[in-house]
């Protein structure tokens, strides 16, 4: 604008000129006529074109408005009208109109303050400039992250979202391992992808080696001992990156959203699919893949991106390529090694000759022929409890392999797991129906009444029931069978088979009422004294 001001006090602006500033601009090519002509009148109108001049008694937002547009989730027409009713009752000025209200908005305002008022600090973020890092060499710094698939899968005939764990280098943006787990993951699912990541033998090579960075967020699973353990035994520094910063670990964000638009939502049973109707519902004559399939599909789409695809950032070649031009030396662990290093340390036990005793379990292996008595230490694989691998306490040296003695087939392990889940699901329902709560509906401000009446005598007879419930169930009146009663008293025959045979009870020396002392009671054949 200013320029434009210019060639028009030297007299060479023209009206070619005007229409293709109003086309940069995007208004009508007399609105621009319209800021030359304020803009001469005040140089200050030349900064801002088309926005209003100050004045005196302008309407500006305060801390008021902005907590108001908090309350409010950014709804302007909700604002003025709380503060035309503070107002009324004498708590400030009258509000200007609505559209002066959002002018003010829109000029007081960023569209990221706007944004992060009305929608929290995620939304403001979406509006804030990030700056890029160096790419760095090959190996210099992974990423890693968990990702749940948007897309169902055939799991032992249920439906369910896998989970995806990966490893990314930052200067080639190349996968370096990857693992799928049919539920949600844990530091199983870190270890496994954490060594098909360095390996870079068949079937995980080209790309792996060790890391000298690796940025994780704040999950459990990736800060758990286990995994920190195998970080440092492998001189790997690890990253820990503050919660709710996606934007510091930018490389495997980005991956997480390519798979989604790029893969997965051309698989059957993706998740967020438009459907038509009112509900998003999946086809019922839709088939799922199987769990085998998913994976076998998913790692076929990461050798494509490792070898075919092309990045924006790495201009028109393939993370091959630029991990081949690379001539960082690399750093490389024999897999045996880097087996023992991602197990979990379980401490010392003592051989014996029913094997090795772990969580009140017996393992054995053939090796264990003639080794009773001496000390081992145990490293498994987490969650994966069917197998241990067993070091010598003393030396470190690696003894071999044990497996679960007894071990169930997979026909028992099944009919377990259906009895768990139906018992499962017969509690829930049990402790749904004895929780369920209805209130009556209502159309003015009153106390919630429950549904369900009971009259005073159903309520005092239930209570009743359940206080000689709780007693009845601790009676145990067979446990210890009452003594004899003395022989000079009168005992009906069906007490008599409920007592205990021996000594009866001792009769007390005070005479009893109506007796004599020293005398005798004598019993009748009818089974009456006399």
Not at 181 to 209: I, K, M, N, Q
Not at 427 to 440: G, I
Not at 448 to 460: F, I
Request: with cysteine.
């Amino acid at each position: 604008m200013r320029r434009l001001l210019a060639l028009r006090r030297e007299g060479k602006l023209t009206t070619t000129r005007v229409r293709s500033a109003a086309d940069v601009l995007g208004v009508r090519e007399r609105a621009v006529w319209r800021w030359l002509a304020a803009a001469e009148r005040d140089e200050a109108a030349a900064r801002a074109p088309g926005e209003r001049a100050a004045y005196p008694g302008r309407f500006t937002v305060t801390d008021e408005v902005r907590a108001l547009l908090a309350l409010w989730k950014g709804n302007v027409a909700a604002v003025h009208r709380e503060l035309a009713a503070r107002a009324a009752r004498g708590e400030g000025d009258p509000p200007p109109s609505i559209p002066t209200l959002h002018r003010a908005i829109r000029r007081d305002l960023t569209p990221g303050q706007r944004a992060g008022l009305a929608g929290g600090e995620r939304a403001a973020r979406k509006h804030d400039m990030f700056l890029a890092r160096p790419r760095g060499w090959r190996n210099h710094v992974w990423e890693t992250d968990h990702m749940q698939a948007p897309v169902l899968v055939d799991v032992d005939g249920r439906a369910r979202r896998p989970w995806i764990t990966w490893f990314t280098d930052c200067a080639t943006n190349a996968i370096t391992g990857v693992a799928v787990t049919p539920v949600h993951p844990s530091r199983e699912s870190v270890l496994a992808a954490l060594r098909s990541a360095v390996l870079r033998e068949d079937p995980y090579g080209p790309f792996g080696g060790l890391p000298e960075k690796v940025r994780v967020d704040r999950g459990k699973d990736f800060l758990s001992r286990t995994v920190t353990a195998a970080f440092d035994l492998l001189d790997v520094t690890v990253e820990d990156l503050p919660a709710y910063t996606p934007h510091l670990k930018g490389t495997v964000e980005g991956l997480n959203r390519a798979v989604e638009s790029m893969f997965l939502a051309a698989l059957p049973g993706y998740a967020r699919q438009p459907r038509p109707g009112k509900r998003a519902s999946r086809p019922k004559d839709e088939v799922l893949l199987g769990f085998e399939d998913f994976t076998a599909r998913l790692l076929d789409w990461t050798r494509w991106w490792n070898t075919e695809h092309q990045p924006a950032p790495l201009r028109g070649r393939t993370p091959l390529d630029v991990w081949q031009d690379d001539p960082t030396p690399l750093r490389d662990v024999a897999a045996a090694d880097l087996w023992t290093f991602t197990l979990e340390d379980a401490g010392t036990r003592t051989l014996t000759t029913r094997g090795i005793r772990f969580r009140k379990r017996d393992y054995v292996g053939p090796w264990m022929t003639g080794q009773s008595g001496i000390q081992v230490r145990i490293r498994f694989m987490p969650h994966h409890d069917h197998r241990i691998e067993v070091y010598h306490a003393a030396t470190g040296h690696y003894l071999g392999s044990a497996d679960l003695a007894d071990q169930a087939t997979e026909e028992q392990v099944s009919a377990v797991r259906r009895a768990r889940a139906a018992r499962a699901r017969r509690l829930k329902k049990d402790l749904e129906a004895s929780q369920r709560e209805r209130y009556a509906a209502v159309n003015q401000p009153e106390a919630p009444q429950r549904l369900g009446t009971l009259t005073t005598a159903q309520a005092e007879a239930e209570l009743a029931q359940a206080a000689g419930t709780d007693l009845s169930d601790l009676a145990m009146p067979d446990l210890i069978p009452p003594a004899a009663p003395p022989a000079d008293w009168r005992t009906p025959p069906s007490l008599v088979t409920r007592t205990a045979p021996g000594r009866p009870t001792p009769v007390s020396s005070e005479p009893a009422p109506g007796r004599v002392p020293g005398s005798t009671a004598q019993t009748t054949e009818d089974g009456d004294a006399s």
